[in-house]
């Protein structure tokens, strides 16, 4: 009852491993288990053996072999030594192969060794025990017996051991080569995070202080203006305004550098916010107009109300800048999953020579709109004007970037990118390699012969 237990166990125990396997694996070892039944039984119908029923069982028990070697490597090799001590000369052409895999997978080595070793005096003692009953074997069948043992048992067996080493040594400097590289790229994130808190640190102590006399100065301008010139007073309105929208995107920058997007940003990208950006175009002296084709509040992400800001503030500097007296038109369009602004400046009154811009604020807009996943355009119009217009998703899925980028920087310390694993594993393992190959070659030669033999008988 016990026994019986136990083999429904393994039985169970076989089904799960055969469903849990991968279709891939279940396929491959269905078509070889395929091809030794017919390599071993294929001969028969050409030529009638003495004993077909024998040949017939060691063909299929040959064939049975080669699932077995995965679950059950150690008595694989065991069983491979019947198919040697059999008449099917066919079915033991494939037992190299069935010991070699069966081999490698035999843990720990010792027990490789053992199984090997049992293995082939396994094989010479029944090659005696096939003529004990016609007498003693003449010396040169044992001799025969021993050779076909080493040649289909032990040097296969060898060579897959070593190659059965080589495998979890490659895994380990696989696995080195991958902790190596995830290390290079913590260590140079951590370095630029460093670097941009020390740039954030400098830029806040610098431009903050700067910016906040700035600020301050032109407050007490404001004041004085209002009292002593009146006349002035917009201007030194719009200074001090100026001042401190400055001193809250400086703030805003600073967030991105320490990685603290989305603080600070505010209400902006509403429409109170882009109709102010066109109330000081005008009072800078711009005609122009803001179209708002959307609900008065558009539920859109903090990043992306941000970057219609950044748009429409970059498009009114520019027609101040390049189209001075040129009408300027200011368009939002809610289109549902994404938003369109638009900032398009008529052709101006008087040519106006080439600016020294450097097209760096389109370049900054064009990366900010990107990592939203949005779509920027600039260029001339028909008319002469320019067009800059913006689609922005509403829900942007892309998180805000600064974020380092995996790609190796040629020329800093640190940059180049790990050896490969080829290259990390050849000095150790290709002599492994070498040496397993060239132990089976023997056992090839054996079993050219072998078959060569069999042709001819």
Known sequence: MRAYARARREALAIREAVRAAPRRTVVTESVLTGLVLVCSLAPVALIAPARPVAVVLLGVFAALLVPARRRYPALTVLGCVLVIAGNNVWAMVVVPCLVWSAARRVT????????AGTGGAGAVLLSVAAQFPGGLPAMPYLAAGAGVAALFILLPALSGVMMGRRRPLTRLLRERNAYLEQTRFLTEEAARSEERTRIAAEMHDL????????????????????RQAPALAAQAELLHTTAGTAMDELRGILGVLRHRSGEHSGERGTREDLSALVEDSR??????????????????HARTRQAVH????????????????APVRVTFQD?????VVAVANGAPP????????????LVGLHERVGLLGGVLHAGPRPDGG?????????????????????APVSGGAGSRPPLSTEVLTWPRLLGGGCAALLVLLPTVGGTVALLIMAVLD
């Open 207 to 226: 431009l903050g202080h700067r910016i906040s006399l700035l600020s301050m100065h032109a407050g007490a301008l404001q004041l004085a203006a209002e």
């Open 108 to 115: 720990p080595v010792r027990r490789a060794w053992a199984v």
């Open 350 to 361: 008087v040519p106006c020579p080439p600016g020294d811009g450097n097209r760096s604020g």
């Open 386 to 406: 320019f067009l800059l217009s913006a689609r922005i998703p509403v829900r942007p899925d892309t998180p805000p970037g600064y974020a380092a980028s995996r």
């Open 283 to 300: 009072n800078a002296g711009a005609d122009a107009e803001l179209h708002w084709n959307a609900p008065e509040s558009v539920d859109a």
């Open 335 to 339: 289109d549902g999953d994404s938003v």
């Open 310 to 325: 950044r748009v429409v503030r970059e498009g009114l500097t520019n027609a101040l800048k390049h189209a001075s007296g």
